[in-house]
T-cell receptor, first 111, second 115 residues
Framework: GQSLEQPSEVTAVEGAIVQINCTYQ??????LSWYQQHDGGAPTFLSY????GLEETGRFSSFLSRSDSYGYLLLQELQMKDSASYFC????????????FGQGTELSVKP | KAGVTQTPRYLIKTRGQQVTLSCSPI?????VSWYQQTPGQGLQFLFE???????NKGNFPGRFSGRQFSNSRSEMNVSTLELGDSALYLC??????????????FGPGTRLTVT
């Protein structure tokens, strides 16, 4: 089968750094994406990793290790507005190809 | 560029009724995917359409169906509504199908409540 595991909740303080991990189990893996969703809002695309290594976009970075079936999203200089749910998603060629989302990690940023 | 739009934003229906939801993708995007989001199940893939063809389907009963028009706009239909169909239905568009769907842009969703 196919599955993604990510922590359900993470809490951090303003200005800190937080890492949200995602492990996946899927065959036909192509890439890993991250999405942010504020309460009551739509998911928004943050980043995509197709190859091993780190991708940096401003305060956010995403990492992938295909050999470990593992990735993470790193958020630096946390701000209150970063409080949201973060989803990892993998694209699998199996079953015709589709994007499979993790259950999401709820990040709470405290002052 | 205008984002993905979905109509209606909120809907209340009774068990046994049917409902049609609409999605207009970002201009130039040819792939439209639909998801059901509930607190307990997270984001569940319903189906993807590309060039008016269904490319893939998730594990949902046949009561859930969809289509895509030549202008890439898409509709999804749910017949014989059940209480468990209450959810946020999200539409997402991407430039291409397949691996291009790793970068999707979501609409605001339609909040469906079945009573």
């Amino acid at each position: 089968g196919q599955s993604l595991e990510q922590p359900s909740e993470v809490t951090a303080v303003e200005g800190a750094i937080v890492q949200i991990n995602c492990t996946y189990q899927t065959s036909g893996f192509y890439g890993l994406s991250w999405y942010q969703q504020h309460d009551g809002g739509a998911p928004t695309f943050l980043s995509y990793n197709g190859l091993d290594g780190l991708e940096e976009t401003g305060r956010f970075s995403s990492f992938l290790s295909r050999s470990d079936s593992y990735g993470y999203l790193l958020l630096q200089e946390l701000q209150m507005k970063d409080s949201a749910s973060y989803f990892c998603a993998v694209y699998s060629y199996n079953q015709g190809g589709k994007l499979i989302f993790g259950q999401g990690t709820e990040l709470s940023v405290k002052p | 560029k205008a984002g993905v739009t979905q109509t209606p934003r909120y809907l209340i229906k009774t068990r046994g009724q049917q409902v049609t939801l609409s999605c207009s993708p970002i201009s130039g995007h040819r792939s439209v995917s639909w998801y059901q989001q509930t607190p307990g199940q997270g984001l569940q893939f319903l189906f993807e359409y590309f060039s008016e063809t269904q490319r893939n389907k998730g594990n949902f009963p046949g009561r859930f169906s969809g289509r895509q028009f030549s202008n890439s706009r898409s509709e999804m239909n749910v017949s014989t509504l059940e209480l468990g169909d209450s959810a946020l239905y999200l539409c997402a568009s991407s430039l291409e199908s397949g691996t291009g769907s790793l970068e999707q842009y979501f609409g605001p969703g339609t909040r469906l409540t079945v009573t």
